[in-house]
């Protein structure tokens, strides 16, 4: 099982969490910019974020044999506020960097006229810059919140092969799924989405244009789920090849949309050398129990 996860949040996670996803086959990931769980007070701290993620966190993320990429925006919950706007002035220059793989997350938390104007502002840099879009629905009201940002997408003029709607669940995959657009899931152990759900979904509805993410933020989270969705996948008869597609080929193809992605093999690490069982292994056990198996490049740190 090789697995790329097109949507987590190294920032707050350990290496201890570097080791575990790659004894369990995540071999490339992609970053997010996000809320950091308390208010930003100047456009400073998101400059200093960017810079982060688009240097020390690629670097960190290397020494245990995983590539790196990022998208880059100004968050749904601080688009409501005046003192990080700002950073929308800033945000081209660093459109530009070579790891930047995607806009995002953009969207809606509160659903305001403010978060309307830098959804419909990130869309027209996505066009410009010719990248794909991470899009955040709403955690409230989130069945109007995603049928009003398909609109805002429709308005925008951007290509909804371009774009993927995250955190989507039961109720709103099958408007997406009529858009074109990417559907994208987070897994997470009590909210949003678990495995069975998510394997059942992709009995219903297939393979094609889907996502899925261990989102793994500050909160309680799991980054091996995108594994054990997986094994989860395998328990009810999907092949090898059909979780290889969700976890692997489908991410790849959304953000190679962009030009820039890098899955060749990292010095001392082979990208291709993943698990190939899926139940009653190390992906099914916790992070403390596969850190260990992980190999580690000579001279990284630990």
Same mark, same amino acid.
């Given at each position: ?17 570097? !080791? ?32 982060? %993620? ?23 919950? !601080? ?17 530009? #960097? ?5 806009? &995002? ?9 403010? !978060?309307?104007?830098? $959804? ?27 049928? #009003? ?28 799924? @009529? ?21 059942? %979904? $992709? @009995?219903?509805? &297939? ?22 969705? &997986? ?72």
């Amino acid at each position: 099982m090789r697995i790329f996860d097109p949507h987590i949040h190294m920032t707050s996670r350990t290496t201890d969490d570097y !080791e575990a996803m790659y004894a369990a086959g995540v071999r490339a990931l992609v970053e997010p910019s996000f809320w950091l769980g308390q208010p930003r007070t100047n456009v400073g701290s998101y400059i200093d974020y960017f810079d982060a %993620l688009t240097g020390w966190e690629r670097f960190r993320a290397s020494q245990f044999g995983i590539r790196h990429h990022c998208a880059l925006a100004l968050n749904p919950k !601080e688009a409501n506020d005046p003192r990080c706007r700002e950073v929308m002035a800033e945000l081209p220059r660093f459109l530009r #960097r070579e790891s930047v793989v995607a806009i &995002g997350e953009t969207g809606y938390d509160s659903m305001t006229p403010e !978060e309307d104007e830098v $959804l419909e502002a990130h869309l027209a840099l996505a066009i410009e810059h010719g990248l794909p879009v991470i899009v955040h629905t709403p955690h409230r009201d989130k069945k109007h919140g995603t049928r #009003r940002t398909l609109e805002v997408i429709a308005h925008s003029g951007i290509a909804p092969e371009l774009v993927v709607l995250d955190h989507l669940n039961e109720v709103t995959i099958e408007m997406v799924k @009529q858009s074109g657009a990417w559907m994208g899931f987070s897994i997470y152990p009590d909210t949003k989405m678990d495995p069975h759900r998510m394997v059942a %979904l $992709l @009995q219903q509805y &297939g393979t094609e244009r889907v996502l899925v993410n261990s989102a793994a933020d500050w909160g309680r989270s799991d980054p091996l789920l995108t594994a054990k969705t &997986g094994a989860a996948m395998v328990d009810v008869g999907f092949t090898a090849d059909d979780v290889d597609t969700v976890l692997w080929q489908n991410p790849v193809d959304f953000f190679a949309q962009s030009g820039r992605l890098d899955l060749s093999p990292l010095p001392g690490f082979d990208l291709a050398s993943a698990p190939d069982t899926f139940s009653g292994n190390s992906i099914l056990r916790g992070a403390a129990d596969v850190a260990a198996q992980a190999p580690v490049a000579e001279g990284a740190a630990r």
